[in-house]
């Protein structure tokens, strides 16, 4: 099955970026600050939404406590910057915020109830109306970050692409796992790392959410044992 919806997705994050890029040089400093710190608020409101959503929040703090000893262990945030520098070079970029763009806006747009749900959705009933507000909401953040972070932001449509479509055309398959506590509580645990992102905008302090990533994987195994 052709994901539709991830590919319309992949188009909007491309649309938008062009446009923040294009608008980015004829922001003056002190716009593109508000512009980050605006974002960084926004950011915090939509992962203290998510998060609010999780039903057994026990199961969601021993995923993010192992997760974090686990990405730490295997160094993620080496990893996933390597990756993104080795990137960079590829397509011969001189941007200084590359990876941070390309980092941060992959793990907004793919956590999230809606790229899980929009894309099993799609998947099984051929229905991308949810996959597609998520693409309208992408697009317009993507206008957004592009224009703070640069060129990085454009690349983030490959992650968001291959996350989504691989839901849609495996959704019989991923269909008997995701429950609506399952998605409760992947949709928290995401949230919390959403904020995450929000205060890494804000430069409250740095957290390294690249190695809290494995905490995903531990809730949706420990909510199949706990849940």
């Given at each position: 099955m052709l994901p539709i919806g991830s590919i319309v997705n992949a188009c909007a994050i491309i649309g938008g970026s062009l446009i923040g890029c294009f608008l980015q040089s004829r922001f003056p400093e002190r716009i593109r600050t508000i512009v980050f710190q605006g974002l960084g608020l926004c950011v915090l409101l939509i992962g203290i939404?998510?998060?609010?959503?999780?039903?057994?929040?026990?199961?969601?703090?021993?995923?993010?406590?192992?997760?974090?000893?686990?990405?730490?262990?295997?160094r993620l945030d080496t990893l996933l910057d390597r990756l993104g520098n080795r990137f960079k070079k590829l397509v011969r970029?001189?941007?200084?915020?590359?990876?941070d763009g390309l980092v941060t806006t992959s793990l907004l747009f793919c956590i999230?109830?809606?790229?899980?749900?929009?894309?099993?959705?799609?998947?099984?009933?051929?229905?991308?109306?949810?996959?597609?507000?998520?693409?309208?909401?992408?697009?317009f953040?993507?206008?957004?970050?592009?224009a703070t972070y640069g060129t990085g932001?454009?690349?983030?449509?490959?992650?968001?692409?291959?996350?989504?479509?691989?839901?849609?055309?495996?959704?019989?398959?991923?269909?008997?796992y995701f429950s609506d506590l399952m998605i409760a509580q992947i949709t928290g645990c995401g949230g919390l790392l959403i904020v995450g992102i929000g205060?890494?905008?804000?430069?409250?302090t740095e957290i390294r959410l690249a190695n809290l990533?494995?905490?995903?994987?531990?809730v949706v195994v420990l909510t199949c044992f706990f849940g």
């Open positions: 939404q998510m998060a609010l959503k999780v039903e057994n929040i026990l199961i969601v703090i021993f995923a993010v406590l192992l997760g974090g000893i686990t990405g730490e262990w295997l970029s001189k941007n200084a915020t590359f990876t999230g109830a809606m790229a899980i749900v929009g894309s099993l959705e799609e998947g099984i009933h051929g229905d991308a109306t949810i996959i597609y507000t998520k693409s309208i909401l992408d697009g953040a993507a206008i957004a970050f592009a932001v454009i690349f983030s449509f490959i992650p968001v692409f291959l996350y989504q479509g691989s839901i849609t055309v495996g959704a019989s398959f991923f269909q008997q205060i890494n905008l804000l430069e409250l990533l494995p905490s995903l994987v531990y």
